[in-house]
Structures are given as C-alpha cells and as structure tokens.
C-alpha cells in the first residue's frame, strides 16, 4: 500500500464485530501488518484471530476475559482495560487506526488515535455524533486524517475529491429505508423483524438503528462534522437498492454519486489505500442485472428519527449527544423486549426535548451523555 503510514501497522478497534472482521479481511489480502486487536465479549473469536493475524497487543475489557486469552493462545502479548485500548490506538508503530467499537465506548480511543496524529478510519460514528465538532478540532491540531468508513459517508469524501466545498449544492445521503420500509403499521413489528435488513448484514445496534432510520439520523450528524458543511444542506433519500451509496450535488446542477455492491469491504478498504483505488475483494455492479435504481422521499410521519437529528443539530451543544445516548438506552431495552418499536421514538422525542447544556470540552459532552442515560432509562 503507497498509503502515507505505509510501512506501520493497523489497529483495529472491535476487530470481532463485522467491521472489525471485513476490516482484518482487507488488511490481510493487502498484506498489511496488525499491531492491536480488541474485542469486548467474543474472546473465543478474538483468540481465532489472534493465531491468524498475529497483532502485537490484544485488548479485553478486564482480567478475566485477559487470562482466557491468555490460555488460549499461549505466548500473546493481552492487555485489558480503557487505558490499553488507548494504548493501542495512539501507539508509534501504528499507522492507521480503524473504528469499529459499537456506541459511545468508542470516544475514548477514537479520540486517543486522533490526539496521535494517525489516519483513522472512522466507521464507530456514534462518537462523531457526540463530539462531532471537538474530534474534528482535534484531527486538525494533531494532524490526524480523518477517513469516513460509513459507506455513505465514504461516497460523499469521493464525490467531493477534487472539488471545491464552497460550489456544493447540497449533500444527498442515501437510505435503503429499512425492512419497514413499506410497513405501515410499526406499532407490531418485532425484534426479529427489525434484525432483518433487506441489503446489508451487520451488528444488531446498527441494524435496528435503519430500522428506525435512526442510522440515517446519526449520519446527518455525522456528515456535518465530517464534511463541515450545515444541516440545511444535508438531504436525507431513500434508496432500497443501496447501489448509489450517495451523492454530491453541485450550484451548477451537476451531481456526483457513488456506486458499488452493499459490501463494506471497499469502504473500509478506501479508507486504507485512500487515495488510491488498488485491487479488492469486491466486483463492481453489474449494471446489466440492475433492474431499477429508485429514490424516494423518507417518510417523516412514520419515521421521525430524521427530523429529531435536524432538530438536535439546531439545539446544540449537547443535544446530538444526548439524542445519541437515548438511542442506546432505547435500542437495548427494543433489543431485551423491554419496549415497543415505536416506544425507541417515544424515547427519543421525550429525551430530546430536555435542555443538554453545552459540549464545550469532553467533560461536558461525557456528563451530557451519562445524564441523558439515565433520563432514557426512567422513562421505560
Ligand atoms: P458489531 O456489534 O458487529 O461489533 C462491535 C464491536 O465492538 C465488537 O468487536 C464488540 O466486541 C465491540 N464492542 C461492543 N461494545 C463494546 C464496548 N462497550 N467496549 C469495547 N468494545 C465493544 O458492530 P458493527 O461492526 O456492525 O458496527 C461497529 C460500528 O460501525 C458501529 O458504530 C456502526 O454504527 C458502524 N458501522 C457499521 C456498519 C456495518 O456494516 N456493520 C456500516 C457503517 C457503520 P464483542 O463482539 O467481542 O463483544
Ligand atoms: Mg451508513
């Protein structure tokens, strides 16, 4: 890989998820060098690819979890805790960090890989939504490069190459809408249900979140910070052939999308070899067989996720963080059939409309988190 951290290592926060597996996918076939691994409960997993992509340094959340990787796979060196995963984000021999930790655990060493000046490949977007506006401040002063593993997020940063960011017309990110999509009635679905996504397979947390179109609601929080560009020109389509990833329109009516197959390979693999487009795992569309490429407006009455990230966006300060932690709290309890479907709205909206204060520093954005927690969880 001609990257600019060429010759340093790779680490991979929440390597046992399914970024973090499509991750170390890539990094093996471009026969880029491990330096950490991490993984929270999956340690039978973590210790498979530990014998196959032999990291430097694994991390486990605590020792016992050490001591049974430890066990089996005798001779590796396992760390534990919040400060080593830090450590193997911000350490010398790594090169580029990629995030695939689910929710805002992830704030802490997404941002010790930023403060190490390390490319960073950031698909754990729920701390962008919190700390949006100091992560970016950060990557500047230190250095770092911030490259987008969300696919959506991964088409508008190649949309926008080459072009100047004052001659954007608006940002179109797209949505496959979801397997309620067509649902008119949400108040019964189920969990099972709301698992199966029509195009992409992927953790539980961000499956029920496009579900809700919540993922989406996240994301415009997330494009904002990424692309410092305003809410009022960051449109939300719906798009259930998730072929055209997203698009960039231009003043002069000009736009650009990005196409590719629903496989987070090649974003993921983009924001290693970035700028370069080398050969992958991942064939192109075959237009032949595409019958239909459609868009369509997201349905605003059903689906009012969209509407509370422009809303939080337009507050402030620590109400993306805020709207953020509900979400956690409410897709759990959807996920432990402790609430509704529609009670994750419920939440949210309630959530939402209490003042979050300011997210001046970390320690504001961190207790506006905490506090929004708890507020979610009485009101189940
Ligand atoms: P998964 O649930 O599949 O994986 C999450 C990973 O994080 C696992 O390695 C898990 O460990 C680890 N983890 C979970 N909680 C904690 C915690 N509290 N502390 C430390 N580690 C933890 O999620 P995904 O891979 O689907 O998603 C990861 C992130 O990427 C999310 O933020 C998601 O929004 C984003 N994303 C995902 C896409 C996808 O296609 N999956 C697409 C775009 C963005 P273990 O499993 O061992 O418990
Ligand atoms: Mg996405």
């Known amino acids: 890989v001609s990257a600019p951290w060429q010759g340093r290592a790779l680490t991979v926060l929440g390597a046992t998820g399914s970024i973090g597996t499509s991750t170390l996918d890539v990094a093996a076939r471009l026969g880029i060098p491990v330096h950490g691994l991490s993984a929270r409960s999956r340690i039978d ?106 696919s959506e997020h991964s088409a508008i ?11 954007v017309a608006e940002l179109l990110l797209t949505a496959s809408g979801g397997p309620f999509r067509t649902v008119m009635d949400l108040s019964a679905v189920t969990r099972e249900q709301a698992l199966k996504h029509p195009t992409w397979t992927m953790g ?64 993921i693999q983009y924001a290693l070899t970035f700028p370069e487009h080398t050969a992958g795992p991942v064939a192109a569309p075959d237009f032949a067989t595409l019958a239909a490429l459609t868009f369509e407006e997201p ?24 709207l953020n932690a509900a979400n956690e709290v409410a897709v759990q309890a959807f996920l432990d059939r402790r609430i509704p479907f529609t009670g994750i709205f419920r939440v949210l909206e309630r959530v939402l409309a209490l003042d979050h204060g300011p997210a001046d520093d970390l320690g504001q954005v961190v207790a506006a988190d905490q506090r929004a927690r708890i507020l979610a969880a009485e009101g189940l």
Request: some cysteine; proline content about 7%.
């Open 45 to 150: 997993e973590l210790a498979a690819q530990c014998r196959e992509h032999r990291p430097a340094v694994a991390v486990v959340p605590d020792a016992a979890a050490a001591a049974r990787l430890r066990a089996l796979v005798p001779g590796q060196r396992v760390e534990h805790g919040p400060e080593a995963l830090d450590a193997i984000a911000a350490d010398p021999a790594v090169g580029a960090v990629i995030t695939a930790i689910v929710g805002a655990a992830g704030l802490a060493p997404t941002l010790a890989a930023v403060r190490a000046g390390k490319r960073v490949g950031i698909a754990n977007k729920e701390p962008l939504v919190m700390a949006g506006a100091l992560i970016m401040a950060e990557a500047a002063r230190c250095g770092a490069a911030i490259l987008p593993v969300d």
């Open 157 to 167: 940063f190649q949309c926008l190459e080459g072009h100047r960011g004052h001659e």
């Open 204 to 267: 539980p947390k961000i499956t029920i979140d496009s579900a809700s179109l919540m993922n989406k609601a996240l994301e415009v929080v997330e494009a904002r910070w990424l692309f410092g560009i305003g809410p009022e020109r960051i449109r939300v389509l719906v798009h259930p052939q998730s072929v055209v990833h997203s698009m960039v329109a231009y003043r002069d009516g000009s736009v650009m999308a990005q196409l590719g197959r629903p496989d987070m390979r090649t974003p």
């Open 299 to 322: 349905d605003r009455r059903r689906f009012p996720s969209i509407d509370f990230a422009y809303a939080a966006l337009r507050t402030g300060g620590a109400a993306p963080a805020a």
